[in-house]
């Protein structure tokens, strides 16, 4: 008979399992999948298998063989599908530019002539007899490779095989992966100068006061994320009424540009994100002894100074805490940014969803995705680190 022990453990089992299949469904297969497609690249020898293998054995400095011309000429002519034919050429041209009409017109007098007949490529064109076209093959042939996550970073390996910068403005990942940085760490900061404030009041109020303190930083997170964008876009545009109010009182005699641009960003993405630097701060201040201040003002210490060496070093945590989460979670801000900010104030999630469903560039997308993965990963540590020590930091 199964003992107890057993059937306990079989039982407690089963009660985990949809929950492990759900993140793993959800949660970590979408994951790995986004990582092979930053590493992978086998679109290429997917679709010319002869060409790779003949390719394998070329140094890359004498010209082209017939064989290697022979296995292009076989592959062109073998049924495909056509969505990874398009894929492989748009791999081909992004390696080197030209190679969608030479692909084009290659395949075009591949299929047209006799079948078993030999062909030289560069009568059908010439450019099959320059070396830079092949090696532009061979180089995007390996199944794995380090093209987009240097790309990413606006860097590409040269003719040499080093790690070498791209042209000036050929790409611009990096300024804007720093520019999704600044806007992070500038809504944070912004958080937190509201954020520890209103935590403090929030805390030492009583009864409907902080009832009501709460409920105006919870409601926000009960209305949907794009709505709270819209909202804003009204807001903040040449006639809302931020501008019409200002004008009103007499302070502006045109209105203020807030909206498409960093400004608009800015604002709306505070709002958005203050809860989640209040309630951190606020959960820690409800730890706090409330003897503790005027304990301090009892031994001769001014209310700044109180504040300085008692309480700020306690809400400490909960301030750091909250200024990870914020930071977090304004990285991977998409409609936000997109609504009320202008060009020059898309975040990276943007130029992601760009190559993920305009260019269908899984790889870029993928490298970039793991980018900002890896930055989280690494603050989600910390804070759990933070959110977890009772050490009161600062003292």
């Known amino acids: 008979m199964m003992s107890v022990a057993l059937r306990a453990r079989l039982t407690a089992l089963g009660l985990i399992t949809p929950l492990v299949a759900f993140l793993v469904v959800f949660f970590f297969w979408p994951l790995a999948?986004?990582?092979?497609?930053?590493?992978?690249?086998?679109?290429?020898?997917?679709?010319?298998?002869?060409?790779?293998?003949?390719?394998?054995?070329?140094?890359?400095?004498?010209?082209?063989?017939p064989e290697m011309q022979q296995?292009?000429?076989?592959?062109?002519?073998?049924?495909?599908?056509?969505?990874?034919?398009?894929?492989?050429?748009?791999?081909?041209?992004?390696?080197?530019?030209?190679?969608?009409?030479?692909?084009?017109?290659?395949?075009?007098?591949?299929?047209?002539?006799?079948?078993?007949?030999?062909?030289?490529?560069?009568?059908?064109?010439?450019?099959?007899?320059?070396?830079?076209?092949?090696?532009?093959?061979?180089?995007?042939?390996?199944?794995?490779?380090?093209?987009y996550l240097l790309a990413a970073a606006d860097l590409e390996r040269d003719a040499a095989g080093n790690i070498a910068a791209v042209d000036a403005g050929a790409s611009a990942n990096r300024q804007i992966m720093l520019r999704t940085f600044l806007i992070a760490a500038t809504v944070t900061v912004l958080c937190a100068l509201i954020g520890l404030p209103y935590a403090l009041i929030a805390a030492s109020a009583t009864g409907w006061v902080r009832a009501l303190l709460l409920i105006a930083v919870l409601?926000?997170?009960?209305?949907?994320?794009?709505?709270?964008?819209?909202?804003?876009?009204?807001?903040?545009?040449?006639?809302?009424?931020?501008?019409?109010?200002?004008?009103?009182?007499?302070?502006?005699?045109?209105?203020?540009?807030?909206?498409?641009?960093?400004?608009?960003?800015?604002?709306?993405?505070?709002?958005?994100?203050?809860?989640?630097?209040?309630?951190?701060?606020?959960?820690?201040?409800?730890?706090?002894?409330?003897?503790?201040?005027?304990?301090?003002?009892?031994?001769?210490?001014?209310?700044?100074?109180?504040?300085?060496?008692?309480?700020?070093?306690?809400?400490?945590?909960?301030?750091?805490?909250g200024s990870l989460l914020v930071f977090m979670v304004a990285l991977g801000y998409y409609i936000t940014p997109a609504l009320v900010g202008g060009p020059n104030d898309q975040m990276i999630s943007s130029v992601i969803a760009f190559f993920a469903t305009g260019t269908a560039n899984w790889g870029m997308a993928g490298a970039l995705g793991l980018i900002l993965l890896a930055v989280t990963t690494v603050l989600y540590l910390v804070y759990g680190r933070l959110s977890r020590s009772p050490t009161m930091v600062g003292t």
């Open 33 to 65: 999948t986004m990582m092979m497609a930053s590493v992978t690249d086998g679109t290429v020898r997917g679709v010319m298998p002869e060409t790779a293998a003949a390719l394998s054995g070329w140094d890359g400095n004498t010209p082209p063989s």
């Open 219 to 321: 409601l926000p997170l009960w209305t949907s994320l794009l709505v709270r964008t819209a909202a804003w876009f009204i807001l903040l545009q040449n006639e809302g009424l931020i501008n019409e109010a200002l004008k009103a009182i007499g302070l502006i005699s045109e209105p203020l540009p807030l909206i498409f641009n960093r400004t608009g960003v800015v604002i709306a993405m505070t709002h958005v994100l203050l809860p989640f630097m209040v309630l951190p701060i606020y959960s820690g201040l409800l730890t706090i002894p409330a003897n503790l201040m005027p304990a301090a003002a009892s031994l001769g210490a001014s209310r700044l100074k109180a504040f300085r060496y008692v309480l700020l070093p306690l809400a400490f945590p909960g301030l750091m805490s």
């Open 71 to 147: 296995a292009l000429v076989a592959d062109l002519r073998k049924p495909v599908d056509q969505l990874a034919f398009g894929d492989a050429v748009r791999r081909l041209n992004s390696e080197l530019s030209g190679f969608r009409s030479l692909m084009s017109h290659t395949t075009s007098a591949v299929r047209d002539a006799p079948e078993g007949q030999a062909l030289d490529l560069a009568t059908v064109d010439p450019r099959w007899s320059e070396t830079k076209y092949w090696l532009a093959v061979k180089h995007a042939m390996p199944l794995y490779t380090d093209r």
